[in-house]
């Protein structure tokens, strides 16, 4: 799985290099982003702007990854495209994760 | 001095002989060099057949199993290459290690050797320390060999009995759909489901709540597979008004009350899969509860696909009133009811996305767009032959005759039928 991971003073910021976050590379993003919160990132930036399509599987990563910060820390979606958004409104992920609505 | 333990010549001549001894044929046309080599190997222990052509091998291997030929490079009629390549040829069951004697040792010879599959050579004239070296390496190839086969079956086991375990698992899951039509004057139901490679995660339902309601759901579990497919299971007995433990009604002091509202119902349902712990299983569905006196339908929308609501003209438009979240995902989620009247002869299209995420095999997907003017060009065409035409509509797109990437489920709930005014039992 390609992704990188940037350490900032105030972030952790995640690139993550896939057109699909489905079923085929959701479990390896959760170990990876489970492991940058172990390490102690309080506050994550995923940034998806690769991502052209992004399923249950996916979206069930992301938000086990968020229950295991309990509370403590927020993941913030970057560069969100049109069908990302979609499933993260239509699900109402909105109120859980922070989706900056303009990509960089 | 070999390491090797020693071989049990009083093996019984089982198909696979103990890994110390190996099924040996020695190929060359000269009959001293065979006679050195057969004595070298059978005071070793194993098993040594002799053969002076290749062609003679090639006649006798299919009779007799053997793990190694150990043959001689030039020869006439069929030189060790040639033999090699022949024998590399035939679709065997078992590998064959082929060691090539030759007095050649050049770069070009011996990548010709190894092109035709050999996996060792022996110079000559023959050292019959090194021989003894060179079989040992053999044998610890064709040990691993043995051993990945080994594996390799009882993966094959293994992987037999899960498939069939999600086969039955996928048959005992099309228990949980429909059966038949709605008992119902004023309404009916129409659905199509096409499940998936694997076991479903979707499922669709509706009954008859009391007098006036029906219920009718259509939920889409998170993943596929077996976990997927028994969360279905598990959801399918809380939203089943006959199962008692059902989520569908109040409780009062007689045991089962009126039914409740859908945001309650799933409120209820949430609370449940959180105390099962589904771990990163979640869902979500759409609950309606349709009133058959006025054609109310009161419904949550968890994290579910926008219902269409297709007039009686065949418009169709999509009922964008913000939703919920799925279900199972946090303790703390909250559901809210969301009422649609329909008019006598609209329908209302509650689908999975495995309809509108159906994809192309240039991997487009269907699209609620597409779905839309889909409902529309039917237009006022029969709810059956609707579904059963969105049927057809989704293999098309998907070019797939058989199985879909995802489950695909669709219901169509249409209110009064066009049989008239309502009887006077329900008005």
């Known amino acids: 799985m ?28 959760k170990a990876a982003l489970l492991k940058v919160v172990t390490d102690g990132a309080k506050k994550v930036v995923l940034d998806l702007h690769k991502v052209k399509m992004i399923d249950s599987s996916g979206l069930g990563a992301l938000v086990s990854v968020l229950k295991a910060m309990n509370g403590q820390g927020s993941i913030t979606i970057r560069g969100a495209s049109s069908s990302v958004m979609g499933l993260f409104k239509l699900t109402r992920m909105d109120r859980v994760f922070t989706l900056e609505t303009v990509a960089a | 001095m070999s390491a090797l333990p020693v071989p049990c010549t009083s093996h019984p001549a089982a198909s696979t002989p103990p890994a110390a001894s190996l099924r040996i044929l020695v190929v060359d046309d000269q009959n001293m060099q065979r006679t050195i080599v057969r004595h070298a190997m059978g005071k070793l222990g194993h098993e040594v057949h002799v053969a002076a052509s290749g062609l003679q091998v090639l006649a006798a291997i299919d009779q007799r199993p053997i793990d190694l030929v150990i043959s001689d490079w030039v020869m006439d009629e069929m030189d060790g290459v040639e033999l090699c390549r022949a024998l590399r040829a035939r679709a065997a069951a078992k590998y064959v290690y082929f060691i090539l004697m030759s007095s050649r040792d050049s770069r070009e010879e011996l990548i010709a050797g190894l092109n035709a599959g050999a996996d060792d050579f022996l110079r000559k004239p023959l050292d019959i320390e090194e021989l003894r070296v060179r079989v040992r390496g053999a044998q610890r190839i064709l040990s691993l060999q043995d051993s990945l086969r080994e594996r390799n079956r009882q993966l094959d086991v293994a992987l037999g009995r899960i498939n069939e375990d999600i086969r039955a698992a996928g048959e005992l899951q099309r228990v949980l759909l429909p059966s038949g039509d709605i008992d119902s004057p004023v309404c009916s139901m129409h659905w199509t489901y096409l499940p998936s490679a694997t076991v479903s995660g979707d499922a669709l339902n509706f009954f008859r709540l009391d007098a006036h309601h029906v219920g ?131 329908r209302l299209a509650v689908y999975s996305d495995g309809v509108s995420e159906n994809e192309s095999p240039e991997g487009e997907e269907y699209g609620t767009q597409r779905l839309m003017h889909f409902l529309t060009a039917q237009g006022r065409e029969p709810a059956a032959d609707i579904t059963s035409a969105l049927s057809r509509e989704m293999r098309r797109w998907s070019a797939s005759e058989g199985s879909f990437k995802d489950d695909v489920s669709f219901l169509l709930v249409e209110f009064d039928t066009g049989a008239g005014p309502l009887p006077a039992s329900i008005r």
Do not use: W
Not at chain 1, 24 to 29: D, I, R
Not at chain 2, 231 to 248: E, F, I, S, Y
């Open chain 1, 2 to 29: 390609d992704m990188k991971v940037t350490r900032n003073n105030d972030a952790t910021l995640v690139e993550f290099d896939h057109l699909r976050l489905d079923a085929a590379v959701a479990p390896q993003l």
């Open chain 2, 216 to 346: 009718f759901y259509n939920v889409d579990v998170a993943g596929h597979g077996v976990a997927a497919g028994m969360t279905g299971m598990l959801l399918a007995q809380c939203l089943d008004p006959r199962a008692p433990g059902c989520l569908l009604f109040d409780s009062d002091e007689n045991g089962r009350g009126a039914p409740r509202a859908p945001s309650a119902c799933i409120a209820a349902l949430n609370a449940q899969m959180m105390r099962f712990g589904l771990g990163s299983t979640y869902l979500t569905c759409l609950y309606g509860v349709l009133d058959e006196r006025d054609g109310t339908v009161v419904y949550v929308r968890a994290g579910h696909t926008m219902p269409l609501l297709v007039d009686a003209d065949g418009r169709c438009r999509s009922l964008d009133e913000e939703g919920d979240m799925p279900v199972g995902m946090f303790d703390f989620a909250t559901f809210h009811d969301i009422a649609v009247k329909l008019a006598p002869g609209e």
